[in-house]
T-cell receptor
Framework: AQTVTQSQPEMSVQEAETVTLSCTYDTSENNYYLFWYKQPPSRQMILVIRQEAYKQQNATENRFSVNFQKAAKSFSLKISDSQLGDTAMYFCALTPHGSSNTGKLIFGQGTTLQVKP | NAGVMQNPRHLVRRRGQEARLRCSPMKGHSHVYWYRQLPEEGLKFMVYLQKENIIDESGMPKERFSAEFPKEGPSILRIQQVVRGDSAAYFC????????????????FGSGTQLSVL
């Protein structure tokens, strides 16, 4: 079975500071994708960043970057220069690379991030 | 190009009634996925459909739940004889092609339908 675990239900950070959200996962697949999604109060699920497991280089998207440790099955999200608009629930997710249904994402429980002014 | 459209945004039903949730995928997308989000939890996969076909329904409850994606019109998630435990946010996502290692198509989510069962 594949699982995704986010052990931090809630976090807060001061505006302009840096915060790291943790995620660990378990899968028997060799190739897979990992994602971080943002869910603001509007409920819209927004893709923040994506990492392909066979790529060793950590993905970055502007202020968002990941620390992907494949051996440890860890995939943390770092948000630099936090902004008030980053306040949201953040979900870590996993999908196998070569399965017949790669739209079947396995989500973690989520971390609520509050950015304080 | 409008995103994934779900309606209604909020749906209130009494126990025993039927709930119909609609999802119009992005233009040009023929793959639809339904997810359910219970309070304080992550999204859980329910079903994957292509036009007129159910491809993977491994996450669907065995009874009362059904889904379709007809040749014309939106995808429908139908819940018969709703119970309080069905109260949740139901999300639809779509992609242009089946996501595979070649295309690595992205999944686009709608804003969900919040179902409340009284």
């Amino acid at each position: 079975a594949q699982t995704v675990t986010q052990s931090q239900p809630e976090m807060s950070v001061q505006e302009a500071e840096t915060v790291t959200l943790s995620c660990t996962y378990d899968t028997s697949e060799n190739n897979y994708y990992l994602f971080w999604y943002k869910q603001p109060p509007s409920r819209q699920m927004i893709l923040v960043i994506r990492q392909e497991a066979y790529k060793q280089q950590n993905a970055t998207e502007n202020r968002f970057s990941v620390n992907f440790q494949k051996a440890a099955k860890s995939f943390s999200l770092k948000i630099s220069d936090s902004q008030l608009g980053d306040t949201a629930m953040y979900f870590c997710a996993l999908t196998p690379h070569g399965s017949s249904n790669t739209g079947k994402l396995i989500f973690g429980q989520g971390t609520t991030l509050q950015v304080k002014p | 190009n409008a995103g994934v459209m779900q309606n209604p945004r909020h749906l209130v039903r009494r126990r025993g009634q039927e709930a119909r949730l609609r999802c119009s995928p992005m233009k040009g997308h023929s793959h639809v996925y339904w997810y359910r989000q219970l309070p304080e939890e992550g999204l859980k996969f329910m079903v994957y459909l292509q036009k007129e076909n159910i491809i993977d329904e491994s996450g669907m409850p065995k009874e009362r739940f059904s889904a379709e994606f007809p040749k014309e019109g939106p995808s429908i998630l139908r819940i018969q004889q709703v119970v309080r435990g069905d109260s949740a946010a139901y999300f639809c996502a779509s992609s242009r092609l089946h996501r595979d290692r070649v295309t690595n198509e992205k999944l686009f989510f709608g804003s969900g339908t919040q179902l409340s069962v009284l």
